[in-house]
């Protein structure tokens, strides 16, 4: 398993620390923007990435990069929502979706104001459609990047952070323990599953505050 983890770390390691970067941040921006989030798998790229980094300076670059990317794709969103929003809503796609989806993040905006907008960047679907739905609604861009700046930020942080001092204490580890591989891959594993129990656990409470909603206004 050692050699596996030292030959996977070792070829990101072999992309160029400025092409890793900006891949992560293309990967973040695609992801994060008009319903290509549902697709693109951002959060993967980035954590790879983040798996070579072997510097602060490397990791600090990443991490700007990909929320850089992450406003950029966000705020594509939020203009296409304000320019072209209920054309793409009853598009092919946006038809695809479902329009239950689109009433949730409504509702979701409505109920919540700014918090739904820093939530909705760790929850699925929503992550994609929020931007979209805010920009329809004629909420303020600067309100709408004032709260989902520290989304990124702290979305980035957890990605990058772990997964980075996930490789830097393998490299450590790996000089003392045999089975250091493991360790490095179940720590990733714990990652993944961390973050998921999480985004499903603010998705059910969120869910139990949107379908409540209705009861309260009856």
């Keep these: 398993m050692n050699d596996f983890v ?21 990967a973040i921006m695609l992801e994060t923007s008009i319903l290509i989030g549902l697709v693109v798998p951002g959060d993967t790229v980035v954590l790879v990435a983040a798996i070579g980094v072997t510097s602060w300076a490397e990791g600090i670059a990443l991490g ?44 979701y905006l409505r109920r919540r104001g700014g918090i739904a907008i820093f939530l909705s960047r760790f929850l699925p679907v929503l992550h994609s459609l929020v931007p979209l739905t805010v920009g329809m609604s004629g909420y303020a861009y600067r309100r709408f990047i004032a709260w989902t700046l520290p989304a990124c930020v702290v979305w980035t942080t957890i990605y990058v952070g772990l997964a ?21 891959v179940g720590a990733i ?30």
Aim: aromatic share 10%; proline share 3%.
């Design 6 to 26: 030292q030959w996977a770390i070792e070829t990101v390691q072999s992309v160029d620390p400025v092409l890793r970067t900006v891949l992560a941040g293309v």
């Design 64 to 107: 700007l990069a990909v929320v850089v990317g992450a406003l950029i794709g966000e705020s594509l969103g939020f203009w296409l929502g304000r320019w072209a929003g209920p054309h793409i809503r009853s598009s092919w796609l946006g038809r695809r979706i479902g329009e239950q989806h689109w009433e949730r993040s409504e509702r």
């Design 164 to 184: 980075a001092g996930a490789a830097g204490s393998y490299h450590q580890l790996s000089q003392r323990v045999h089975y250091a591989g493991y360790f490095f």
């Design 189 to 218: 594993a714990v990652l993944l599953i961390a973050v998921l129990i999480v985004k499903k656990l603010i998705a059910r409470r969120e869910e139990r505050h949107m379908q409540d909603e209705p009861n309260r206004e009856a």
